[in-house]
Every structure is written in structure tokens, then in C-alpha cells.
């Protein structure tokens, strides 16, 4: 028989969606090696210019204009809404997903990005195709731009997104709840003692890291300045992402910091720092939430990107694994709250009961028996 080819289609809108899906890949890659698994970025220049083109102005629209994201996001949620965007999204990207499908002719389709999922569904409505799609969700909120007509197999975080979709008509036997896949290399880590003497911080260190995600925004600067008001020297870790400007001002900020730091661009270590820390201050993503929920981190959650982000936020404090910060409210008050090792035992407990570390095992098994 011949190898199982796998197309997995994803999209750069900060790094989640692409984490998900190298996941989701890896653990493919170990249960079927014979397997020709092929990732492509949906969004990429090198994809399609008129995909990136939407994605630069996505992300402009982030910083600068926010509100009218969130107006867009509630819009889109609707049913009427959501089938509008989603048809639309649709018959634009109808021919990259067709030239896609004609150079690698995948026997099954899984995407981790609803744009994708959207042109996919349609090549099969216009093509009367029996192609196997999955798709995973990587939010803790189900939003109607992720339910496409024509999919399988739907990976979903959470079991009141199941009953929501169920609502609406879904068959159960498409809808599966494993949650968001995280990388399986995060329980191989060593314990948070040996952890730190490899990257030589003291293990009486009160450590904190500081994300803003892949995109390098959520505030750090802010941040910063107010952890300089904490008298108590803290180490901190801090990851700028793909942001060359936030790197170099936090350079400089060390320079003068009573605090101790080590900064980072974007960094294939970030697992290792995430358990090295005995808290984590970042925007609420939902695949940096369910990393800290496998490693039992407890989270100080601010600056949301309006709609999807704040709904993960709203898991996370509801579920007693992090606070959230909002607007108005002081960040070093809530830091010195957490610290107390009460709290952070009680809320690193409370993250581990969030955590599905075997969702992308799960997931990789589902799609190979598809």
C-alpha cells in the first residue's frame, strides 16, 4: 500500500496556528513514518501574494485600530455574519487551495486556520469531492468563521464548544474534544530545579517571563516599567518575537533595570523558559495558555486582541489559572499578589487541571484512522 500523503494547511497570524500544526505534524510523523506529510503556510508571500497582502493588513489593523477588529469579530460571529465572511474568505482563496491540492494530491486535508478551511470546503462542494478534511480549532471559544460545511472531523479545545456545535446541528460523530495540540516535547522537559541550573538561574529566584507572543506585542515595554516599582529584585525573562525595535529597546532598559533580565528575540527555547519561571505575564494566545496549563504555569493575562483572546482569557481566570489585568488596573500590585507561594502552588494546581498534554497523540491517531 502505498504512503499516506498528508497536506496540513496553517497560516502566520502570530504563531499559534503554526505551532498547532507542527505539533500536529510531529506526532503524524511518529505514529505513521511512511507518511509524506507536507505543512504550508496559507498566508505566506511565497503561497499566494494576495493571502499575505490580507494578512499584512490584519495585522496593521491589530495595532493600530483594534476596536475595528473586535467590531468585525462580533459581526462575523453571527450565523448570517459568519457564512457571509466565510463564503467570501472562500471564493478568493478557492484557486491557491486548488493549485495546492494539484501539486501534492493529499489523501486527507487538516487546517489549523479557518481561511483554509474555508477554501477547502468549497473545492470540495464545486469538485463533489469525498477528499477527507479535518480541522483544529485552536481557540477556547467556538466563533462561527471556524464551521464550514464538508468537514469530517472537527478538533475542538473544549466540551461546551462540542455542545454548542451539537446546538447547531453538527453530528457528534465529526465533532472530538482533545483540546489545542501542544508540542509533546514539553513533557520531556526536565523538572523546574534542573531547568534552571542549565540556564543558570538561582532556584531561589523569583522568576518571571514576560511573551507577547510571536508578533511581539502585548506591552511588554509597560510591563517592565512597572515591575521596576517592585522593590524585591526578580528575574526576568523576556521574549520580544519577530519585533526587532522591542528587542533592542528592552535591551536597553536592562541596562538599567534593578531587576536582573535576559532577553530573547524570537527563540526555539521558550518551552525551557516557561518552566524555568514561576510565573508567565503575556497576552492570552491560546496555544501559549495550553503550554502553561501542561506545565502547570501560573499566568498574569493582559492586553487581549479584542474578540478570540479575550474569550481565552475568560477560560484561563474562570478555570482559577491565571488573573487578568484590565484596563485601568495596576500590574505590580497583581504580580506581588501571585508571587506569595500559596498562590502559585494553588494556581499552577489549577492550570495542570486545565491541561491536555495528549491532544496532538489524540489528534495524529484520529486523522490516520480517517
Same mark, same amino acid.
Given at each position: 500500500?502505498?504512503?499516506?500523503k498528508?497536506?496540513?494547511?496553517? =497560516?502566520?497570524?502570530?504563531?499559534?496556528?503554526?505551532?498547532a500544526?507542527? =505539533?500536529?505534524?510531529?506526532?503524524?510523523?511518529?505514529?505513521?513514518?511512511?507518511a /509524506?506529510?507536507?505543512?504550508?503556510?496559507?498566508?505566506?508571500?511565497?503561497?499566494?501574494?494576495?493571502?499575505? #497582502?490580507?494578512?499584512?493588513?490584519?495585522?496593521?489593523?491589530?495595532? !493600530? +485600530?483594534?476596536?475595528?477588529?473586535?467590531?468585525?469579530?462580533?459581526?462575523?460571529?453571527?450565523?448570517?455574519?459568519?457564512? #457571509?465572511?466565510q463564503?467570501?474568505?472562500?471564493?478568493?482563496?478557492?484557486? +491557491?487551495?486548488?493549485?495546492l491540492?494539484?501539486?501534492?494530491?493529499?489523501?486527507?486535508?487538516?487546517?489549523?486556520?479557518? !481561511?483554509? @478551511?474555508?477554501?477547502a470546503?468549497? $473545492?470540495?462542494?464545486?469538485n463533489n469531492?469525498?477528499?477527507?478534511?479535518? +480541522?483544529?480549532m485552536?481557540?477556547?471559544?467556538?466563533h462561527q468563521? $471556524?464551521?464550514c460545511?464538508?468537514?469530517?472531523?472537527?478538533?475542538?479545545?473544549?466540551?461546551?464548544?462540542? /455542545? @454548542?456545535m451539537?446546538?447547531?446541528?453538527?453530528?457528534?460523530?465529526?465533532? /472530538?474534544?482533545?483540546?489545542?495540540?501542544?508540542s509533546?516535547?514539553?513533557?520531556?522537559?526536565?523538572?523546574?530545579d534542573?531547568m534552571?541550573?542549565?540556564?543558570?538561574?538561582?532556584?531561589?529566584?523569583?522568576?518571571?517571563?514576560?511573551?507577547?507572543?510571536?508578533?511581539?506585542? &502585548?506591552?511588554?515595554?509597560?510591563?517592565?516599567?512597572?515591575?521596576?516599582?517592585?522593590?524585591?529584585?526578580?528575574?526576568?525573562?523576556?521574549?520580544?518575537?519577530?519585533?526587532?525595535?522591542?528587542?533592542?529597546?528592552?535591551?536597553? !532598559?536592562?541596562?538599567?533595570?534593578?531587576?536582573?533580565?535576559?532577553? $530573547? &528575540?524570537?527563540?526555539?527555547e521558550?518551552?525551557?523558559l516557561?518552566r524555568?519561571?514561576?510565573?508567565?505575564?503575556?497576552?492570552? &494566545?491560546?496555544?501559549?495558555?495550553?503550554?502553561?496549563?501542561?506545565?502547570?504555569?501560573p499566568m498574569?493575562?493582559?492586553d487581549?486582541?479584542?474578540?478570540?483572546?479575550?474569550?481565552n482569557?475568560?477560560y484561563?481566570?474562570?478555570?482559577?489559572?491565571?488573573? $487578568?489585568?484590565?484596563?485601568?488596573e495596576?500590574l505590580a500590585?497583581? +504580580?506581588?499578589?501571585?508571587?506569595?507561594?500559596?498562590?502559585?502552588?494553588?494556581?499552577?494546581?489549577?492550570?495542570?487541571a486545565? =491541561?491536555?498534554?495528549?491532544?496532538?497523540s489524540?489528534?495524529?491517531?484520529a486523522?490516520?484512522?480517517?
Amino acid at each position: 500500500m502505498s504512503a499516506k500523503k498528508i497536506l496540513i494547511l496553517t =497560516a502566520s497570524i502570530g504563531s499559534g496556528h503554526i505551532k498547532a500544526a507542527e =505539533a500536529v505534524a510531529r506526532e503524524l510523523a511518529s505514529q505513521d513514518p511512511e507518511a /509524506q506529510i507536507a505543512a504550508v503556510d496559507f498566508m505566506a508571500r511565497s503561497t499566494a501574494w494576495g493571502h499575505w #497582502l490580507i494578512k499584512r493588513v490584519y495585522l496593521e489593523m491589530l495595532r !493600530f +485600530v483594534p476596536n475595528l477588529y473586535d467590531v468585525f469579530y462580533k459581526v462575523s460571529g453571527g450565523e448570517a455574519g459568519g457564512s #457571509l465572511a466565510q463564503k467570501s474568505v472562500a471564493c478568493f482563496m478557492l484557486p +491557491v487551495f486548488a493549485r495546492l491540492y494539484k501539486k501534492y494530491t493529499p489523501d486527507i486535508v487538516i487546517c489549523t486556520h479557518p !481561511f483554509p @478551511a474555508a477554501a477547502a470546503s468549497l $473545492w470540495k462542494e464545486q469538485n463533489n469531492s469525498s477528499l477527507p478534511l479535518a +480541522v483544529v480549532m485552536t481557540d477556547y471559544s467556538l466563533h462561527q468563521v $471556524w464551521l464550514c460545511p464538508r468537514v469530517d472531523s472537527y478538533f475542538m479545545a473544549t466540551d461546551s464548544m462540542r /455542545q @454548542a456545535m451539537e446546538r447547531q446541528g453538527f453530528a457528534d460523530k465529526e465533532l /472530538q474534544v482533545t483540546g489545542i495540540p501542544v508540542s509533546s516535547q514539553l513533557q520531556q522537559l526536565p523538572d523546574k530545579d534542573s531547568m534552571r541550573q542549565e540556564l543558570g538561574v538561582d532556584r531561589k529566584d523569583k522568576v518571571i517571563l514576560l511573551m507577547g507572543g510571536g508578533l511581539g506585542l &502585548g506591552g511588554i515595554e509597560h510591563t517592565l516599567e512597572a515591575l521596576e516599582t517592585i522593590e524585591e529584585t526578580l528575574t526576568l525573562l523576556v521574549i520580544t518575537g519577530r519585533n526587532a525595535d522591542l528587542l533592542n529597546r528592552a535591551s536597553a !532598559f536592562a541596562e538599567t533595570s534593578h531587576h536582573r533580565l535576559h532577553i $530573547w &528575540g524570537y527563540t526555539d527555547e521558550a518551552h525551557k523558559l516557561m518552566r524555568v519561571a514561576d510565573m508567565l505575564i503575556t497576552k492570552p &494566545g491560546a496555544l501559549t495558555i495550553s503550554e502553561a496549563f501542561v506545565l502547570g504555569l501560573p499566568m498574569l493575562l493582559h492586553d487581549p486582541i479584542p474578540g478570540p483572546e479575550t474569550e481565552n482569557a475568560v477560560y484561563a481566570t474562570k478555570n482559577g489559572a491565571a488573573l $487578568w489585568l484590565h484596563p485601568g488596573e495596576k500590574l505590580a500590585p497583581a +504580580v506581588l499578589e501571585m508571587l506569595n507561594d500559596d498562590t502559585l502552588a494553588r494556581m499552577g494546581s489549577q492550570a495542570l487541571a486545565c =491541561a491536555k498534554p495528549q491532544a496532538s497523540s489524540q489528534i495524529a491517531a484520529a486523522l490516520l484512522r480517517m
